[in-house]
């Protein structure tokens, strides 16, 4: 036990309707709206002192729990519903000790028993909230930022009791940060399937509000240089002519990097294989800029153990959806993944213990968007500066709902608006999870 453990003592909760300025295609889904919920958690540390903090992401049920037979409204309703299920078991938890312990002890003990009919990654992000309103809490009721917690002096335990491995004995989450964490990230643009490529494509039915509509417009506006690729994982002839149409635009505009995503909806890497051996043939510089591929295959890794080695002898391959946690990020890496799209929207706790596993096996990480606006985009790039990545961090919920974040864009101009191919992380607090008073009027 030590000074600067803590027990929670009130939790809330609220939700922040936000509607999408622009239709995001995930999959076979269209989405134009998102639900965020954010959490506020008051602690006391073992002084007596108190102070709260708080947690926010977009339950974006288009991007966890795709569905044939349930609307987005059903779905999105019992994700609602599932988190006003956790406030009450958060509350009267009555674990006490770092916000790793906590936050731990939780995912482990009591969310798999809050409500077994929907899916882990949905519980996992409706978590997520709170978890990270711990985790900013905690340090900002012992007065330090958060990420100079998780080392000897903070935490009771090391990585070994929570990783089972005799690798992580003695170890922390500090031990795999990077020594020098960067300010200024490069920052990658997502190109939506349904996203307009050039000007061509236009047809007058666009918002007219002020922000770039097509893809060229943006690359010229935020000096992007790296781009990710939806795909449908379905229709090789238009994910093949989806990435040659983006990369011949990437080559015109000076493009770094590309990286496809294939959204979980690939069954063999044959077909993956297929469009990345025919790039290399047909179009070798654009087969050049593809830093990573991202999760083709389906969420449940369990379910579906496909032997990924052909893809990852090609290109690097990332985990994503099915990245739940360290067991599954484990489980990939026997299966011949060599990457991982870390998530704090699976929460905090989560996030830094998938890295330490991750990073100590020698897998490459990169940190990935679920649109995070307001408050929700502070922790995400933050993770990515700390733990560090293949390159930098996506960041787009500047693309479909930049108006959502008007409060904080003020006070960070550099974060919320993407400028000469990166996102400036400066202006940040360096309490808690480096939101600042100001971010939440």
């Not at 965020?36 to 108190?50: D, H, I, P, Q």
């Not at 990270?132 to 009771?156: E, F, P, Q, T």
């Not at 666009?206 to 229709?235: A, N, S």
């Not at 153990?305 to 489980?331: C, G, N, T």
Request: with cysteine; aromatic share 10%.
């Amino acid at each position: 036990m030590k000074k600067s453990d803590v027990k929670i003592l009130q939790v809330e909760i609220e939700f922040i309707p936000v509607n999408l300025r622009l239709p995001l295609k995930f999959g076979a889904e269209v989405i134009n709206s998102v639900t965020c919920a954010r959490v506020k958690m008051s602690v006391e540390n073992t002084f007596g002192k108190t102070a709260y903090g708080y947690g926010e992401t977009p339950l974006s049920v288009g991007w966890a729990w795709p569905s044939q037979d349930l609307s987005f409204l059903d779905r999105e309703n019992q994700m609602i519903a599932f988190c006003r299920k956790l406030v009450s078991p958060w509350q009267t938890c009555g674990f006490s000790g770092h916000a790793m312990e906590i936050g731990h002890a939780f995912n482990e003990k009591i969310l798999p028993e809050v409500d077994g009919n929907i899916p882990h990654l949905v519980q996992l992000i409706s978590n997520s909230a709170f978890d990270l309103a711990l985790h900013d809490a905690y340090g900002k009721v012992n007065d330090i930022s958060s990420y100079r917690s998780y080392n000897s002096k903070y935490m009771n335990q090391d990585l070994e009791y929570y990783l089972e491995d005799n690798r992580f004995a003695g170890k922390y989450p500090e031990d795999y940060f990077v020594k020098k964490p960067l300010r200024q990230l490069p920052v990658w643009h997502l190109i939506g399937g349904k996203d307009l490529l050039t000007e061509a494509e236009l047809t007058g039915n666009e918002p007219q509000d002020g922000y770039p509509v097509t893809l060229t417009e943006w690359i010229r506006r935020d000096g992007l240089k790296c781009l990710k690729i939806k795909l449908t994982g379905t229709d090789s002839q238009w994910d093949y002519q989806r990435v040659l149409s983006v990369g011949k635009i990437s080559i015109e505009h000076k493009i770094n990097y590309l990286s496809p995503d294939f959204n979980c909806l690939v069954k063999s890497p044959q077909y993956v294989n297929d469009i990345l051996d025919k790039l290399m043939l047909e179009a070798p510089e654009i087969y050049g800029k593809i830093l990573y591929v991202e999760q083709p295959f389906p969420y449940d890794l369990e379910a579906n153990r496909i032997d990924v080695h052909s893809v990852s002898s090609r290109k690097p391959l990332f985990m994503d959806e099915s990245a739940h946690d360290w067991r599954f990020i484990k489980l990939g890496y026997a299966l011949g993944w060599n990457g991982v799209a870390l998530k704090v929207c699976k929460t905090q706790t989560g996030a830094l213990l998938s890295a330490a596993w991750a990073k100590e096996y020698g897998m490459t990480l990169m940190v990935q968007d679920l649109t995070n606006p307001m408050l929700a985009m502070i922790p995400h790039v933050q993770l990515a500066s700390m733990v560090g990545t293949i390159m930098g961090v996506e960041c787009n919920a500047p693309q479909f709902y930049p108006d959502a974040s008007k409060i904080q864009e003020k006070n960070h101009p550099c974060l919320y608006r993407r400028r000469n191919g990166v996102v400036d992380l400066s202006t940040l607090g360096n309490k808690g999870l480096g939101y600042k008073d100001e971010d939440l009027q």
